[in-house]
């Protein structure tokens, strides 16, 4: 069976590498996000990675904090991360580089974009930590952007619900799932599915994205082959 897509970016949250505890790594289930990573390049698929860090610190909840100060605690969040799933990803046997939006030359190397692209060529994962490098702006941002930017096929977005509904389904039991919705529908009827910066990246780029539930990893690797799982988003 030959997969969907050649090149993917997958967007993992930081909450999902804490587990139940909701805070720090659990190395359990970062395995098992990795072992999908691993048998979705075993597959021959080109994969990039930006994780987010709401698992060490949230910016946008630190109080009275200077804003842009709290996002750069944000963005070295994720560089933890990112080294944390790089490791494992390590153990496992695969071929990873580190790419951080802020220089620090001592643990990973500096986003560069042909860079980013030979090492995908060479069949390298590829983990872009520190978001944009920009305060004010998110992950979600950061991997609508790198999406665009390696020209990826698409960009996987890895949350805690099975797709898009159009409402809270955790609070609401009559909450409708999409199978399929356009960017401007998620900015035009606010469905937080991700913050309007970013969805305004995709839509403007012509970037699918498909929104799935990680609490089954093997999703990463079923949405890659052509499984239907979760909620395709696209500005056709």
């Known amino acids: 069976m030959e997969p969907k897509f050649k090149r993917i970016l997958l967007k ?23 072992k999908s990573i691993k048998k979705t390049a075993d597959a021959g698929v080109q994969v990039a ?7 060490f610190w949230r910016g946008r909840s630190s109080g009275a904090m200077d804003r842009t100060r709290a996002d750069h605690i944000g963005m070295l969040a994720t ?24 220089t620090m030359q001592q643990v990973a190397e500096p986003y560069i974009r042909n860079r980013a ?3 995908l060529e060479k069949g390298r994962i590829v983990i872009f930590g520190c978001g944009t490098g920009n305060p004010f702006f998110s992950t979600d941002t950061a991997a609508s952007l790198r999406a665009v930017e390696i020209e990826a096929d698409v960009f996987l977005k890895a949350t ?10 955790h609070k609401y039991p009559d909450a409708k799932k999409y199978s399929t919705l356009t960017f401007s529908q998620v900015i035009g009827e606010e469905l937080g599915v991700m913050d309007s910066t970013a969805a305004a990246m995709c839509r403007d780029n ?14 990463i690797y079923d949405a890659v082959m052509g499984e239907d799982v979760g909620t395709l988003i696209s500005e056709e």
């Open 12 to 34: 993992v949250s930081g909450e999902a590498l804490a587990g139940e505890k909701k805070t720090g790594l659990n190395y359990d289930i970062i395995t098992d996000i990795c």
């Open 49 to 55: 990675v930006v994780v987010g860090g709401g698992n």
């Open 79 to 102: 560089a933890m991360n990112s080294l944390a799933l790089a490791d494992v990803l390590e153990s496992l046997g695969c071929d990873v580089r580190v790419q951080t939006a802020i």
């Open 117 to 119: 692209v030979r090492h």
């Open 160 to 169: 805690l619900v099975d797709g898009v509904y159009d409402k809270d389904p």
């Open 206 to 219: 012509k970037m699918k994205m498909l929104v799935f539930d990680l609490s089954r990893p093997d999703n």
